[in-house]
């Protein structure tokens, strides 16, 4: 099946700090990656469409300049939460879609827990 | 109205019973439909997607589609306690190009 990894699988920074968190997809090419953030008990919200050599594109409500997205490679893309609160603390989670048999698939990575102190 | 919408349950079923979960969408141009499976603290895993009108078979799960009621759901055969997690249904919305989740429903699989 398609991989999609994600680094760290969790982290623990104090309020101010910027924390980056990289999502790769390991055996395929993935020109299009998604950034969602689930809190506890919650559902999964999109955050973001992350594009390969151009800019993301942000959902309703969520800060651009506060959550930066770069997507550098076809395997690449990355999340920064810069000055990270505490309401910032959730579980952050890429996904990347495949096409197979003429159909797309989205698959996710393992998430990354983020607590800001 | 949400796009994708569950029942939040939790549904409990006992083992080895049948579990069905449903989900209903609203925009009539979503062509594909998937099923996750989330376990606490983890990930969402895909378990099954359906295309096409009618049932989709898949070991001990069957997914059904009826694109005229906007319904979708997933039935569980001989359900096991390691079944217990939530299951996300997602569909593929026109204009979209990630898919559009529904909240969840939870199950739990009674020993």
């Known amino acids: 099946g398609a991989v999609v990894s994600q680094h760290p699988s969790w982290v623990i920074c104090k309020s101010g700090t910027s924390v980056k968190i990289e999502c790769r997809s390991l055996d395929f090419q993935a020109t299009t990656m998604f950034w969602y953030r689930q809190f506890p008990k919650q559902s999964l919200m999109l955050m973001a469409t992350s594009n390969e050599g151009s800019k993301a594109t942000y959902e309703q409500g969520v800060e651009k300049d506060k959550f930066l997205i770069n997507h550098a490679s076809l395997t690449l893309s990355t999340l920064t939460v810069t000055s990270a609160h505490p309401e910032d603390s959730s579980f952050y989670i890429c996904?990347?879609?495949?096409?197979?048999?003429?159909?797309?698939?989205?698959?996710f990575g393992p998430g990354t827990r983020l607590t800001v102190l | 109205q949400k796009e994708v919408e569950q029942n939040s349950g939790p549904l409990s079923v006992p083992e080895g019973a049948i579990a069905s979960l449903n989900c209903t969408y609203s925009?009539?141009?979503?062509?594909?439909f998937f099923w996750y499976r989330q376990y606490s603290g983890k990930s969402p895993e895909l378990i099954m997607f359906i295309y096409s009108n009618g049932d989709k078979e898949d070991g001990r799960f069957t997914a059904q589609l009826n694109k005229a009621s906007q319904y979708v759901s997933l039935l569980i055969r001989d359900s096991q306690p390691s079944d217990s997690a939530t299951y996300l249904c997602?569909?593929?919305?026109?204009?979209?190009?990630?898919?559009?989740f529904g909240s969840g429903t939870r199950l739990q699989v009674q020993p």
């Open positions: 997602a569909g593929s919305d026109t204009g979209r190009r990630a898919l559009t």
């Open positions: 925009d009539r141009g979503s062509q594909s």
């Open positions: 996904s990347a879609r495949v096409r197979r048999e003429g159909h797309k698939e989205q698959f």
